[in-house]
């Protein structure tokens, strides 16, 4: 769904992404506005949304010495740090808004105790339609967000612990109490 020019704080100036990645993040920030009207989401949340789609790659593209000024000392690969330095440097900017900034700072690994904006960044930043794999089946998922999203959401964490797992990557200590906070909540 097109954007409407007074809706886009847009990508911050200080950003630096190739334009694959712009084109990335505009597809995100497109599918997240797009569920925010079909969910007739209040203005001032629908652009909280928008904000957090726009900076979560904001430093994606960032050299390692960008990256490692705005980590705090974080170490770890760049899927790891982006999220965490976009994080810290749109507080740098004088930017507040904590759950906006949590959305970014944990939308490579998760968070057990996101807000809606946090969990709709990574369902979006997997579901945009821009990724080449399992096209039909995110592509069905997009579609049923609005309706469903804690559903969506269970669904589409479920499907990027399997990667990790599958690929024998580690799986990060927040990722798994995520998972463990949405077991717990949905056996009460
Ligand atoms: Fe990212
Ligand atoms: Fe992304």
Redesign the pocket.
Known sequence: MTIPAELEPSIPPWATMGEPRRA?VRR?AELMHGWAVTMDLPAAERSRWLRAAWL??ALRDAEPTELATWADGMQGPVALLHGPAAARRAEAEGFADRGVLDAVRYHSVGAPDWEPVGRALYCA?LLEPGRRFDQAARAELAERFPREPEQVFREVVSRRLLHLVRSGWPLPDATARMWNALVASSSR
């Open positions: 990335h995100v979560h790659d930043d």
